[in-house]
């Protein structure tokens, strides 16, 4: 199976400050990368797909980059409605998906 | 607008059965793989099933094989997944969730709320 590892697990920021959230697969995974973004007692909604394409209707301040087995997720200009917890997912195979263990995002 | 609806989850003693529902609207059902995902409390999202537009291939977790099953009613905007012989560790909030597939990746671009499943007794 395909591990996948988020650092941090957590951190804190301010608003407008610039985000950097790292996701590492334990085997090359070409760009089967996505993100997801989690807000307490709501569903996963997705930012971005294949490594670095941006979902429909999501802020062009998330940007995703990277391929094989590192990735990042990054906001350029943190606002109050990002604060939330993020994860990456491997989807290489319709067989066999994983999730990263999540980054949560905190105020400062 | 895409919907997804989960039903279905509860309290269920260990060794028990649940059935859960979701209700897709606002799409064609029969156009998508589809899946569900759970996340136990305080635990990274899980990957359950996958289950192809007319569910002729069905995938699953290895920590659920032999014990859940997922299908579809394309025709009632149905997915469903059964779920026997349940065990504490199964506890979680299960969501539903629209896979799409570009042709080289696939991704899950709408999920339901998520309906909360307890195994305990």
């Known amino acids: 199976d395909i591990q996948m590892t988020q650092s941090p697990s957590s951190l804190s920021a301010s608003v407008g400050d610039r985000v950097t959230i790292t996701c590492r697969a334990s085997?090359?995974?070409?760009?089967?990368l996505n993100w997801y973004q989690q807000k307490p007692g709501k569903a996963p909604k997705l930012l971005i797909y294949?490594?670095?394409s941006l979902q429909s209707g999501v802020p062009s301040r998330f940007s995703g980059s990277g391929s094989g087995t590192d990735f990042t997720l990054t906001i350029s200009s943190l606002q109050r409605e990002d604060f939330a917890t993020y994860h990456c997912?491997?989807?290489?195979?319709?067989?066999?998906?994983?999730f990263g263990q999540g980054t949560k995002v905190e105020i400062k | 607008d895409v919907q997804l609806v989960e039903s279905g989850g509860g309290l269920v003693q260990p060794g028990g059965s649940l059935r859960l529902s979701c209700a897709a609207s606002g799409f064609t059902l029969s156009s998508y793989w589809m899946s569900w995902v759970r996340q136990a409390p305080g635990k990274r999202l899980e990957w359950v099933a996958n289950i192809k537009q007319d569910g002729s291939e069905k995938y699953y977790v290895d920590s659920v094989k032999g014990r859940f099953t997922i299908s579809r009613d394309n025709a009632k905007n149905s997915l469903y997944l059964q779920m026997n012989s349940l065990r504490a560790e199964d506890t979680a909030v299960y969501y539903c969730?629209?896979?799409?597939?570009?042709?080289?990746?696939?991704?899950?671009?709408?999920w339901g709320q998520g309906t909360l499943v307890t195994v305990s007794s």
């Open positions: 294949a490594a670095s």
């Open positions: 969730a629209r896979v799409v597939f570009s042709g080289i990746f696939y991704y899950a671009d709408f």
């Open positions: 085997q090359s995974i070409s760009s089967c």
């Open positions: 997912q491997q989807s290489c195979s319709i067989s066999a998906w994983t």
